[in-house]
């Protein structure tokens, strides 16, 4: 089964804009981490927040957590052709749990 | 190369006959998962280690289905009498467990996958 929801299903944007994602998510969680997979290609770790954090940083991401809404969001701003890339967000129910993935957000952007 | 390696990066085969893919971790990782992932959709959980014991294994996995992790280096998962159903990418990934920053569960670290075809 699988927890995160993400939101939309697929973004298309231009080079330069900001792509804002979203996830949804059932039970309480330890963590949830945001993942970048291009077609064909294996799960490239992005960031993790964890679940007494609400905001994190790392370059051009932004995660938020809002544990009372169950639900998160990636930031990527000013983004780039090479963002093109399905995006997931997984989530982990306890520290020892295993990482439950989403169906994932299909991203474009047109150069 | 010192991330995660799986060999082979492709196979096809006939439905019924059996098949054998390989997953080298980082070598510093004590967790070792498997997760199978169908086109559009995300990675669902099949398996983890942690060494050579293996922890938990998804409901969905079918006993045609056996991982194993002898020596708590690399992995094998064996799909016996493969059916057209089989067909996806298997991905593995491996992780430090517990992880310094977070006490508990860290991110993973994927291999590239190992695409099924069952004909």
Same mark, same amino acid.
């Given at each position: ?6 939101? /939309? ?74 963002? %093109? ?7 982990? %129910? ?11 957000? %299909?991203?474009?952007?047109? /150069? | ?43 669902? &959980? !099949?398996?983890? &280690?942690?060494?050579? +014991? ?10 045609? &289905?056996? +991982?194993?992790?002898?020596? @708590?280096?690399?992995?094998? #998962? ?14 593995? +990934? ?5 992880? +310094? ?6 991110? !993973?670290? &994927? @291999?590239? @996958?190992?695409? #099924?075809?069952?004909?």
């Amino acid at each position: 089964s699988q927890q995160g929801e993400e939101d /939309p299903q697929a973004l298309s944007i231009q080079e330069g804009e900001n792509a804002t994602m979203n996830c949804s998510y059932k039970t309480s969680i330890n963590n949830l981490q945001w993942y970048r997979q291009n077609s064909g290609r294996g799960l490239v770790h992005l960031i993790l927040i964890r679940s007494n954090e609400r905001e994190k940083h790392s370059g051009r991401l932004r995660v938020t957590l809002d544990t009372s809404k169950k639900s998160s969001s990636l930031l990527i701003t000013a983004s780039r052709a090479a963002d %093109t890339a399905s995006y997931f967000c997984a989530t982990r %129910t306890g520290a020892n749990s295993k990482l439950t993935f989403g169906k994932g957000i %299909t991203l474009s952007v047109r /150069p | 190369d010192t991330g995660v390696s799986q060999d082979p990066r492709h196979k096809i085969t006939k439905r019924g006959q059996n098949v054998t893919f390989r997953c080298d971790p980082i070598s510093e990782h004590n967790r070792l998962y498997w997760y199978r992932q169908t086109l559009g959709q995300g990675p669902e &959980f !099949l398996t983890y &280690f942690q060494n050579e +014991a293996q922890l938990e294994k998804s409901r969905l996995l079918s006993d045609r &289905f056996s +991982a194993e992790r002898p020596k @708590g280096s690399f992995s094998t #998962l064996e799909i016996q009498r493969t059916e057209q159903g089989d067909s996806a990418m298997y991905l593995c +990934a491996s992780s430090r467990y517990p992880n +310094a920053g977070t006490g508990g569960g860290s991110e !993973l670290f &994927f @291999g590239e @996958g190992s695409r #099924l075809t069952v004909l």
